[in-house]
């Protein structure tokens, strides 16, 4: 018996229906988040195997609190610490899950939290766990979110904001540090799209607005984009960290971040260090190809198209997909309006990047 079956027709029906579609190697790569092209660099996956091939186990085995807390983990956390000026950090399993943490533990009863409309969807989904009180505000209004902080009369003030947009590609607002540095409030930013990105040192959007942090700022990252590798880490003061280690249920209750993960992603870390004035360079040049040939300046490497038509970008993407290119085809209602979403990877080459956006032009 098909217990779903009409939902799965209507999905199909205005376009909304999604299937799974096997990575094909030999495609130009204008899809995927591996945003520096870390995830092909073979030494580094050397490097990874030669620094795990001598340990005693290759699995972490455990949650953190229950013997799975390794030494590769800890010298990961403070390397991180390090790059971006944090005191204390931990990683976890996915981005997904580190804003289900940080949102889950942080926001208590007597708290509001102060969630930007175009949100990602983990920090939606958290913010629905029952008990949690949440406003949305207008997507990137600065003047509206002081408004709402000056009137709340909450214990605690919780606000989340992007980097990097996952969809949009802009960055957030300058003023929301002192916003909520006036207003008292914790500040969630989610870097996931900005990290090894934007900034002087790639560090994100800390490092590109130089934000000294402060005792109410909290930095999420992912692993699995411009790191090349999977996991996610939260940076914050001592005193958050801690509290998240006991309180936050995906740190608690989850087996810790595979050794092979974290490793690798440290070596990420260490690669686009000492590498950041070339990656810099490619980001530049590739920012401006996309202005060139699109007409849109972005300031991270995600480049959206608006088509407004679920089917339509179906379409677009097939006859892409053609041309041997793989581009987003991102649909209502993950987006207000169906879009085309290049990614300007540095892993692809900038000849390329050029032909898929002359090829965008005729067929948009």
Do not use: W
Not at 181 to 191: G, H, K, N, S
């Amino acid at each position: 018996m098909k217990f779903y079956e009409k939902e799965l027709e209507a999905l199909k029906k205005v376009g909304r229906y999604r299937t799974r579609e096997l990575m094909k190697e030999s495609l130009f790569d204008f899809a995927s988040n591996d945003y520096l092209g870390l995830a092909h660099n073979k030494e580094l996956h050397k490097e990874t195997c030669r620094g795990l091939e001598n340990l005693d186990a290759h699995s972490s085995k455990a949650s953190m609190l229950v013997n799975g807390y390794h030494t590769i983990h800890k010298n990961f956390e403070d390397a991180l610490c390090m790059a971006n000026n944090f005191e204390a950090g931990v990683i976890l399993g996915s981005g997904f899950n580190a804003n289900i943490a940080l949102i889950e533990a942080l926001v208590r009863k007597g708290d509001t939290l102060f969630m930007d409309e175009l949100y990602h969807a983990s920090g939606i989904l958290a913010s629905k766990i029952q008990g949690i009180d949440v406003v949305y505000f207008k997507h990137n209004d600065m003047e509206v979110l002081q408004n709402l902080l000056n009137k709340s009369k909450a214990s605690r003030k919780v606000v989340a904001v992007e980097g990097i947009y996952s969809m949009d590609g802009d960055v957030c607002a300058k003023s929301v540090f002192d916003i909520c540095d006036r207003a008292e409030a914790l500040l969630i930013v989610d870097e996931a799209h900005s990290s090894g990105v934007l900034g002087n040192n790639l560090m994100g959007v800390f490092d590109y607005y130089e934000i000294e942090p402060r005792d109410n700022h909290i930095k999420m990252g992912t692993l699995g984009k411009a790191y090349g590798s999977f996991g996610a880490f939260i940076l914050a003061s001592k005193h958050i960290i801690e509290y998240l280690i006991n309180r936050a249920k995906p740190i608690i209750y989850a087996t810790s971040l595979s050794l092979y993960d974290t490793l690798l992603a440290h070596k990420s870390l260490e690669f686009i260090m000492t590498h950041k004035e070339k990656i810099k360079n490619d980001i530049k040049v590739r920012q401006k190809i996309v202005l060139e040939e699109l007409g849109i300046k972005v300031q991270g490497l995600i480049v959206p198209l608006i088509i407004d038509d679920n089917k339509k970008v179906l379409l677009i993407k097939e006859e892409i997909l053609s041309l041997n290119f793989a581009v987003g085809a991102i649909r209502e209602p993950t987006v207000p309006k169906a879009i085309i979403r290049l990614i300007a990877r540095v892993g692809e080459s900038e000849a390329n990047l050029r032909i898929l956006c002359q090829n965008l032009v005729k067929i948009k």
